[in-house]
């Protein structure tokens, strides 16, 4: 029969009864509601709130072929250390000029919006570093806003959003700029859910226990609909990969020399760590829901393990591997997926020749060189190149 295709972005509000034993507090120990719900977030009409998204028709029926947008990590920030953001900013502006003219659905950004670390805490914080924060999550919000509205933009946090450790204080603090942490919605047939990776991460911040326990229930119960639905595909979002190599991976998998950053991290450092990804994976297989998106590394890796789909893509920021700021172009039909990554500068290119003259008149054609190396190389090889040297 027909797979099922699901989208899941990482989030926190969740128990699943399959995992209960990861979890040592149950959902009712703290207060559900979600963390967005009395905040307007007027700069996007499609920001998250109540764990869904606004403004679309969330049809749960197969209609035809159509594509999305994934980004990674814009992390504003990053490139000078939280000196300037001006070369973030411009990376940004470029995506949104290349997403302007391509139309696709909706776009996905798996992650580190912003380079400084969260600072708000319930005793307050260094004012200073909140002002940092808060300068980069406006200038986030100007170059974004000027999508073309019609576009749908869904926003998941990363590490550097969240913290490496989140918390119900950093989470909230996130909510109320971005919206709902971890949220779900449907597209012609596909159920996408957006989760919080970070909490999988590390669970040790305050109240994350709890949190991750609601996000799990979350889970379950937005696989089930998908299943209850008849949903032609399931996909997964996620900042942080579940596996880098293999689903079963241990946590010795060598060190990668980043880029430009002078200095050496374990592989380990990207990935879901085994004894909190085994099971979610197990789950998601049940439901058939096998491909996942995701960020982080700021390197370009696919990997495919005992049918589960590991998509990741680099940065529109700073790269710490041999890759390009850029996009990956996911096209959906009945049948499957095929995606393929493209740099800013190879988009702009094929979109200003424009060659044959076309006029794509709606979002439900790809540009038809675009088409062509899509079709021609779907699953695109070359994205395995862009990690850094590994070390033993």
Known sequence: GEGVLVLILLGSQTDCSDISFLFEWEVDQMETADRSRSHPHPWHKHVP????????????????????IVLADPQFGMLTENKDWSGEMQLARESVECINKLKPKFVVVVGDLVHAWPQHTKEGGDQQKIELRRKQEEDFKSIYAQLDPSIPLMLLAGNHDLGNAPSDVS??????????????????????IALNSTLYSNPTGQ?????????QEFIERELKDAKDKAATHTLVFTHHAFFI????EGEELGRVRLKDLNYVMPRSYFHVHGDRRIPMLELFKEYNATTFFSGHAHWNNVRTSEGFKQITTTAVGMQLGENTSGLRLVEVTQSGLKHRYFSFEEV??????????????DQDDIPSELRQILESDGDHLGDRTGEPETLP
């Open 245 to 248: 190599d293999s689903w079963d």
């Open 171 to 192: 989470i909230d603090s996130f909510s109320e700029v971005f919206g709902s942490d971890f949220f779900s919605w449907w597209w012609d047939g596909v159920k996408c």
């Open 348 to 361: 702009k290119r094929i979109l200003n020749q424009n060659q044959d003259g076309e006029t794509r008149k």
């Open 207 to 215: 109240n994350a226990l709890p949190l991750m326990a609601q996000q």
């Open 49 to 68: 709130v109540n764990r869904t998204v606004p403004h679309i028709a969330q049809k749960s029926e197969w209609k035809q072929d159509f594509f999305f």
